[in-house]
């Protein structure tokens, strides 16, 4: 059963419209002791970083987050959050990965945000792409992007730069695009994440 982290910042509706269609049965985590009754946990996410992590911090589980064991899946901000910094009100996240999350703007002659469509491509065999081709699209809607390292980068996109639009390190994982509102691509890779264990 996948646990839904409910902080009041997140896409919900779309994301649990798409795990219905799936039939992943799913439950909302409102607070820190309802972690354990789930095998897998969603951090969904849209808006502002920087207030996302502190909606975070004052549901109480911004720290339970860190210690958890199982699979854990950061969707658009719910990824940056695993981050350990982001332009997006000069703010501290959780940490978890250690990358920087950074404005396009300034640092691209393209269009902000970037909005759309886009070419994703795996790296590293990473089980969130399994049965997906390598140059699928998926659909992002963002402004902050978080910088590419091989090391913890899933798969990478192109928008005036290169950067991580998906990272792993351990059990935690972060999609920068929106798998809820991507089409059969989108629905394979929350299938994929189902199977984690």
Not at 29 to 43: A, F, L
Not at 113 to 123: A, D, M, R
Not at 179 to 190: H, I, R, T, V, Y
Request: proline share 4%; net charge negative.
């Amino acid at each position: 059963m996948t646990g839904i982290i409910n902080y009041e910042a997140g896409n919900i509706f779309s994301l649990t419209a798409a795990l219905d269609r799936l039939d992943i049965p799913y439950g909302m985590i409102n607070k820190t002791g309802e972690v354990e009754q789930y095998d897998r946990i969603i951090i969904p996410g849209v808006g502002h970083a920087g207030a996302a992590m502190q909606k975070l911090r004052d549901s109480g589980l911004a720290d339970a987050v860190g210690e958890i064991k199982k699979p854990v899946l950061g969707i658009c901000v719910g990824m940056q959050l695993l981050t350990a910094y982001s332009e997006e009100g000069d703010a501290s996240l959780l940490d978890i990965i250690p990358l920087k999350t950074y404005h396009f703007e300034g640092r691209i002659a393209e269009k902000v945000p970037h909005t759309g469509w886009n070419k994703v491509y795996p790296e590293n065999d990473n089980p969130l792409f399994e049965n997906l081709k390598k140059d699928t699209y998926f659909y992002f809607v963002h402004s902050y992007f978080i910088e590419y390292n091989a090391t913890f980068t899933a798969a990478f996109a192109q928008y005036g730069l290169k950067f991580s639009a998906a990272i792993q390190d351990k059990n935690f994982f972060g999609v920068q695009f929106h798998p809820e509102k991507s089409g059969a691509a989108g629905e394979q890779l929350l299938l994929n994440f189902s199977n984690l264990r």
